[in-house]
């Protein structure tokens, strides 16, 4: 959908398992699991996965995606440079996640034998500078006896995630990266009650952000007690005015109660590079507004 020298992103609506393995050795991939349930089988082991999963497949590792059924949606994250988790600064290693909840895996065959071709053989699809090679294996590349070291696939869920609250001042995205490289962010905004002193500002400011673009992919709840459907994006790029309008921040300010809560989960991308769309994604922009 979205792409620049640094990451792409793209989203992913498979439906059956993989009938080869994938190995990625032009970055790092993340997925983020909107819908579905199943494996990501790998040669480190499976990583099962659910609704809310962040699953960081490093470079060059095989794997194979099983779904449980032909409901998935993944948003996918290609990062060049290697992803690693963001610093939480002072908030020290166990905030605002404690990394003793990751998903690590161990190494177990696929049984079942998927991504086997019908002459018996196991091929693995390749991404190499952009493109696709495809090389031929006699055993299953993901048929392992053991690991060590510390790069291995991973996953863990937003549900362990706590966000970063304070009563007087509205806290900004950055406080909320999970991943970062040099050159972009992903995090996630999550339910959380709102500021509570009567000064405080409980919204984003309008604002321009003159130093990344922004794209944000909404998983679950309403913005601001707003229907909105699932898996909507948006992209706002640098140097653009964007914020709720004063009127619709002074309504929602004017009917807030204590202990009233946000109750959105959305993924964010920021990137210090700007960002051009796919003519796919401006084929689905298109037919959006077109339906507007």
């Keep these: 959908m979205f792409h620049n020298p640094a990451l792409a992103i793209r989203v992913s609506r498979r439906s059956a398992n993989m009938p080869y393995s994938v190995r990625n050795v032009d970055g790092d991939e993340l997925y983020f699991v909107h819908e579905g349930t199943g494996t990501f089988y ?6 099962p996965y659910e609704p809310g999963d962040y ?3 490093p470079k060059g590792v ?22 690693g988790f963001a610093d939480t600064g002072a908030f020290g290693r166990r905030a605002p996640f404690d990394p003793g909840l990751l998903y690590v895996p161990s190494p177990e065959l696929d049984e079942l034998g998927d991504g086997r071709d019908e002459d018996g053989t196991w ?16 055993a299953d590349p993901i048929d392992v006896e053991g690991w060590s070291g510390d790069l291995f696939p991973f996953k863990m869920n937003i549900r362990d995630y706590r966000p970063v609250m304070s009563d007087r001042i509205h806290i900004m995205p950055s406080a909320y990266a999970v991943f970062a490289t040099s050159t ?17 500002e409980p919204f984003p400011p309008y604002h321009r952000n003159a130093d990344y673009d922004e794209f944000t992919f909404f ?43 946000i109750d959105s989960e959305v993924i964010f991308v920021d990137t210090k590079v700007p ?3 796919t003519p796919e994604a401006e084929a689905a922009e298109q037919r959006t507004v077109e339906g507007a």
């Design 184 to 200: 972009f962010m992903v995090g996630n905004f999550l339910p959380r009650p709102f500021e509570s002193a009567p000064d405080s």
């Design 123 to 138: 091929p693995v699809r390749i991404r190499i500078r952009g493109e696709y090679a495809t090389v031929v294996f006699d």
């Design 275 to 277: 960002l051009t769309p």
């Design 62 to 83: 095989t794997y194979r995606i099983r779904p449980a059924g032909p409901v998935n949606y993944f948003l996918v994250v290609e990062s060049a440079e290697e992803l």
């Design 219 to 261: 998983h679950s709840g309403t913005v601001l007690g707003m229907p909105i459907a699932p898996a909507t994006m948006s992209l706002v790029p640098q140097g653009l005015h964007h914020g709720l309008p004063a009127q619709l921040q002074e309504r929602v300010a004017k009917n807030l109660k204590p202990g009233d809560r």
């Design 42 to 47: 790998t040669e480190f082991g499976p990583v």
């Design 55 to 57: 699953v960081l497949v």
